[in-house]
């Protein structure tokens, strides 16, 4: 038998479809009529068998007619009755009941085939789930942190064993000193110039002194600007700032002297500056090394013709026998700012050359 609604193939004793939940329809059979009248009881048949055979449904025995219709005459109602199967000879009451299965499920009029888990199955279910989970995460965090140990004790066996084997190596790879043949004297040509040294770049604001003082033998850098001529006292060179004719640096090269530096000053200063007006003699000495030397140096005090005061410091030093004088004149007002921008680079930059052979 087909269901009417889906077409699903369902039995004959299903009500119901199975697939949609309509009602299936079943074959109807005429059987006899039952007429019911007023005030009369309903007779049952003669024949006792189909007593027992007869099926009636609740619904059936219930007139769709008041009360009132059916004794004002109206005629009886004749109800189909569905086919029953003959039932076996016997004693009945013996019988079995047999069982009422349960009423189909549904849900929004659909029959429902299948049937929910037990609730306390599926919470078991889920609790394996959760704790398999959490087995595989502390197996996996425990393998990361001995994967991580190992690695680091790996690292530290290998640096213990470098530390180790490194005073080993190195002792096993040092050759023996091998004493080589002494060789013969050779004689080399002999130059007649100093070797060519190059020249470095000059301070911003100076530039090189070069034939200007390579005769004396030393090479200094001077303020751009100054000019550049001889020493007024002596053989060497005097850079001099036009614009104050009082603000100047003389390098001398005195020649071969048995004299010590600290005499040297003395004479210097006696000589160029002790007959000026307002001379103040040094009160002592000091020291300071310049390019490799040691040089004496002192200080002292004039007044120039433009009468003010002025300040020179000499420094003297005797180099392979040859003595060298350095003066630093400026007015005593002007002497730590000039001192600060030109002198110092001057001394700083100050070189002996080598000697021509």
């Given at each position: 038998m087909?269901?009417?609604?889906?077409?699903?193939?369902?039995?004959?004793?299903?009500?119901?479809?199975?697939?949609?939940?309509?009602?299936?329809?079943?074959?109807i059979?005429?059987?006899?009529?039952?007429?019911?009248?007023?005030?009369?009881p309903?007779?049952?048949?003669?024949?006792?068998?189909?007593?027992?055979?007869?099926?009636?449904?609740?619904?059936?025995?219930?007139?769709?007619?008041?009360?009132?219709?059916?004794?004002?005459?109206?005629?009886?109602?004749?109800?189909?009755?569905?086919p029953?199967?003959?039932?076996?000879?016997?004693?009945?009451?013996?019988?079995?009941?047999?069982?009422?299965?349960?009423?189909?499920?549904?849900?929004?009029?659909?029959?429902?085939?299948?049937?929910?888990?037990?609730?306390?199955?599926?919470?078991?279910?889920?609790?394996?789930?959760?704790?398999?989970?959490c087995?595989?995460?502390?197996?996996?965090?425990?393998?990361?942190?001995?994967?991580l140990?190992?690695?680091?004790?790996?690292?530290?066996?290998?640096?213990?064993?470098?530390?180790?084997?490194?005073?080993?190596?190195?002792?096993?790879?040092?050759?023996?000193?091998?004493?080589?043949?002494?060789?013969?004297?050779?004689?080399?040509?002999?130059?007649?110039?100093?070797?060519?040294?190059?020249?470095?770049?000059?301070?911003?604001?100076?530039?090189?002194?070069?034939?200007?003082?390579?005769?004396?033998?030393?090479?200094?850098?001077?303020?751009?600007?100054?000019?550049?001529?001889?020493?007024?006292?002596?053989?060497?060179?005097?850079?001099?700032?036009?614009?104050?004719?009082?603000?100047?640096?003389s390098?001398?090269?005195?020649?071969?002297?048995?004299?010590?530096?600290?005499?040297?000053?003395?004479?210097?200063?006696?000589?160029?500056?002790?007959?000026?007006?307002?001379?103040?003699?040094?009160?002592?000495?000091?020291?300071?090394?310049?390019?490799?030397?040691?040089?004496?140096?002192?200080?002292?005090?004039?007044?120039?013709?433009?009468?003010?005061?002025?300040?020179?410091?000499?420094?003297?030093?005797?180099?392979?026998?040859?003595?060298?004088?350095?003066?630093?004149?400026?007015?005593?007002?002007?002497?730590?700012?000039?001192?600060?921008?030109?002198?110092?680079?001057?001394?700083?930059?100050?070189?002996?050359?080598?000697?021509?052979?």
């Amino acid at each position: 038998m087909r269901c009417p609604r889906c077409g699903n193939e369902a039995s004959q004793e299903e009500p119901f479809c199975g697939q949609c939940g309509a009602p299936t329809e079943q074959q109807i059979y005429r059987t006899n009529n039952v007429s019911f009248t007023p005030h009369q009881p309903m007779q049952p048949p003669s024949d006792p068998n189909q007593q027992t055979r007869f099926y009636q449904d609740a619904t059936e025995a219930i007139s769709i007619y008041p009360k009132q219709a059916m004794q004002a005459g109206y005629p009886a109602v004749t109800y189909p009755q569905a086919p029953m199967a003959p039932l076996p000879q016997g004693n009945f009451a013996a019988l079995p009941p047999s069982p009422v299965p349960p009423p189909p499920a549904y849900n929004n009029g659909y029959y429902m085939q299948s049937q929910a888990l037990p609730l306390q199955q599926r919470s078991h279910n889920t609790t394996i789930i959760v704790i398999c989970i959490c087995l595989v995460v502390v197996l996996l965090g425990a393998i990361g942190i001995t994967t991580l140990l190992m690695t680091r004790n790996q690292q530290a066996i290998q640096v213990h064993q470098t530390a180790i084997a490194t005073p080993a190596a190195t002792a096993i790879a040092t050759p023996s000193p091998t004493p080589l043949p002494t060789p013969s004297p050779t004689a080399l040509p002999t130059p007649t110039t100093a070797p060519v040294t190059p020249t470095p770049v000059a301070d911003a604001g100076f530039s090189w002194c070069g034939a200007t003082c390579t005769p004396y033998n030393f090479s200094v850098e001077y303020p751009n600007g100054w000019t550049a001529g001889a020493a007024t006292n002596g053989a060497g060179v005097q850079f001099t700032n036009p614009a104050q004719l009082d603000q100047f640096i003389s390098i001398k090269a005195l020649g071969p002297t048995a004299s010590p530096a600290s005499t040297l000053v003395s004479s210097d200063l006696q000589t160029n500056f002790a007959s000026k007006v307002g001379y103040t003699p040094p009160t002592g000495y000091s020291s300071g090394t310049i390019s490799g030397e040691t040089w004496i140096a002192a200080l002292a005090y004039y007044q120039s013709d433009a009468q003010q005061k002025e300040r020179i410091i000499v420094y003297a030093t005797v180099h392979q026998g040859k003595g060298y004088i350095i003066e630093l004149n400026a007015a005593d007002a002007q002497f730590d700012a000039v001192n600060a921008q030109f002198f110092n680079v001057v001394l700083s930059k100050f070189r002996f050359l080598q000697p021509t052979l």
